[in-house]
């Protein structure tokens, strides 16, 4: 197997980035306005904002990426981290990329003192529950989700 590494996005990778993140809305069938993306890729190389992509290189190329965001807590000092999107190219997968991906954010979070990592995922996704419930269980919350926008 080709050599795995995984690092922060930087601003060159935003090509690579853009064929992967454009993979991820077709994964789950959604469009997004450009300017979303442009303002998400903005987010994720501004080292001020809390949101932060983790890309995965094989080759020099970057196949697969998780993008975090670190937030405040009211029930502890230290602040969590939600994995906000995880993608793995359709080709790359099944090598162990997803969860690289993962125990990146672990050791991440064990070594900057983040009270934990959390995701939210499709009930039916069962390729990504397999990789997922290597780590632990679901718990036992449902999610509302209120649109408010037009
Ligand atoms: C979920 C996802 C990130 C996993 O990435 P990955 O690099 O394939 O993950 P891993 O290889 O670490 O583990 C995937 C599991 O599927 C298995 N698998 C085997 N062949 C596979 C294949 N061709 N395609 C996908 N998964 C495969 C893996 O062996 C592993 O199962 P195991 O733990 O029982 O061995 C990837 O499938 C993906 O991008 N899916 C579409 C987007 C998505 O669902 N994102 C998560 C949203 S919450």
Request: charge should be neutral; proline fraction near 5%; glycine fraction near 6%.
């Amino acid at each position: 197997m080709n050599d795995i590494s995984i690092r922060t996005a930087r601003a060159e990778d935003k090509a690579a980035w853009l064929t992967l993140w454009q993979g991820y809305l077709t994964f789950y069938g959604s469009a997004i306005a450009p300017d979303v993306t442009e303002m998400t890729w903005s987010r994720i190389i501004d080292p001020i904002t809390p949101v932060f992509t983790r890309l995965a290189v094989v080759d020099d190329r970057p196949v697969g990426f998780a993008t975090c965001i670190l937030h405040p807590r009211t029930w502890a000092v230290e602040p969590a981290c939600y994995l906000e999107d995880l993608f793995v190219d359709e080709n790359q997968r099944g090598r162990g990329i997803g969860k690289r991906l993962i125990d990146d954010l672990i050791a991440m979070g064990r070594r900057d003192g983040w009270t934990n990592l959390y995701w939210h995922t499709n009930k039916d996704n069962e390729t990504a529950r397999r990789l997922y419930d290597r780590y632990d269980k679901a718990d036992n919350f449902v999610r509302y989700r209120l649109p408010l926008t037009p």
